[in-house]
T-cell receptor
Framework: AQSVTQPDIHITVSEGASLELRCNYS??????LFWYVQSPGQGLQLLLK??????LVQGIKGFEAEFKRSQSSFNLRKPSVHWSDAAEYFC??????????????FGAGTRLAVHP | DGGITQSPKYLFRKEGQNVTLSCEQN?????MYWYRQDPGQGLRLIYY???????QKGDIAEGYSVSREKKESFPLTVTSAQKNPTAFYLC???????????FGPGTRLTVT
């Protein structure tokens, strides 16, 4: 079955420290992979996506992610965290076939807190 | 500017009443989606639609209904049959199947 696992429910880092959020997936072929960010009470914003090609992808707000096929992972990284990065982060994989339709499967999310 | 709008941002209803949440997009996307989000949980898919006049149940469709009469619009009705309707509802759209989804700002529904 297709699935996405974000092993860390909460992560706390100090401002200026580096960040890595983990994402593991289960998928039968090479998936499309996405990272989204959600501030409290807001919708989700796309940070970056991987479809094919270079396995290191750059996104907005200084984020990057690396696709590792051998580890079925797509971890999100940022070299220096800012207080404004405090939010919830969702990893997603697709397309997932269900009843003849394609959809994305989302992980449960990782909540990031940033200490000053 | 292109985007997705959801209205209203906050909605309050009495138990037993149906309520309709609005979702409009001007991105010319074919596919649209409704998700429910509860505190501490991820996104759960309620309904999705790939084209006009066609939609498919997601993982938690019971107590909800949708329509897709126009490409731009995908309203969600929360019926009185939904046992726990209080939640944050997110609408999304995508260009095509499986591609990245773009989200609206959400509607927080409170039923008392």
């Amino acid at each position: 079955a297709q699935s996405v696992t974000q092993p860390d429910i909460h992560i706390t880092v100090s401002e200026g420290a580096s960040l890595e959020l983990r994402c593991n997936y289960s998928y039968g072929a090479t998936p499309y992979l996405f990272w989204y960010v959600q501030s409290p009470g807001q919708g989700l914003q796309l940070l970056l996506k991987y479809f094919s090609g270079d396995t290191l992808v750059q996104g907005i707000k200084g984020f990057e992610a690396e696709f590792k096929r051998s580890q079925s992972s797509f971890n999100l990284r940022k070299p220096s965290v800012h207080w404004s990065d405090a939010a919830e982060y969702f990893c997603a994989v697709g397309p997932a076939f269900s009843g003849g339709y394609n959809k994305l499967i989302f992980g449960a999310g990782t909540r990031l807190a940033v200490h000053p | 500017d292109g985007g997705i709008t959801q209205s209203p941002k906050y909605l309050f209803r009495k138990e037993g009443q149906n309520v309709t949440l609005s979702c409009e997009q001007n991105l010319n996307h074919d596919a649209m989606y409704w998700y429910r989000q509860d505190p501490g949980q991820g996104l759960r898919l309620i309904y999705y639609s790939q084209i006009v006049n066609d939609f498919q149940k997601g993982d938690i469709a019971e107590g909800y209904s949708v329509s897709r009469e126009k490409k731009e619009s995908f309203p969600l009705t929360v019926t009185s049959a939904q046992k726990n309707p209080t939640a944050f509802y997110l609408c999304a759209s995508s260009m095509d199947r499986g591609y990245e989804q773009y989200f609206g700002p959400g509607t927080r529904l409170t039923v008392t």
